[in-house]
């Protein structure tokens, strides 16, 4: 067991399942009749932006994450729902790097 922070500089190899906390995987619903869930961070994440990826556990056409902060993130779906849909998730911190505003004007 580490208490406190532990840094490995090499590769990493996990022979069996990992069990992480409930700000870096968990489930969010987007209910029927809405177009979008939130999920907000018990902790909010620091020194690196957090990158998100969802998945519908059901038809939820089309759906796309937003506003993605320190502290959670939005699950949208193009078109209000006939029924409740859940979506598994994940959120890793991550060291982003900006695309230089030259390529952004292109």
């Given at each position: 067991?580490?208490?406190?922070?532990?840094?490995?500089?090499?590769?990493?190899?996990?022979?069996?399942?990992?069990t992480?906390?409930?700000?870096?995987?968990?489930?969010?619903?987007?209910k029927?009749?809405?177009?979008?869930?939130?999920?907000?961070f018990?902790?909010?994440y620091?020194?690196?932006?957090?990158?998100?990826?969802?998945?519908?556990m059901?038809?939820?056409?089309?759906?796309?994450?937003?506003?993605v902060s320190?502290?959670?993130?939005?699950v949208?779906?193009?078109?209000?729902?006939?029924?409740d849909?859940?979506?598994?998730?994940?959120?890793?911190?991550?060291?982003?790097?900006?695309?230089?505003?030259?390529?952004?004007?292109?």
């Amino acid at each position: 067991i580490f208490k406190g922070k532990l840094t490995v500089k090499g590769p990493a190899k996990f022979e069996s399942q990992i069990t992480v906390g409930k700000d870096t995987a968990g489930q969010v619903t987007v209910k029927a009749g809405s177009k979008m869930a939130k999920v907000e961070f018990g902790k909010e994440y620091k020194k690196a932006m957090p990158i998100v990826t969802a998945t519908p556990m059901g038809n939820a056409g089309s759906f796309w994450v937003s506003d993605v902060s320190a502290s959670g993130f939005t699950v949208n779906v193009a078109k209000a729902l006939k029924e409740d849909v859940t979506f598994n998730w994940m959120s890793l911190g991550g060291q982003l790097t900006p695309v230089p505003e030259e390529e952004v004007a292109n």
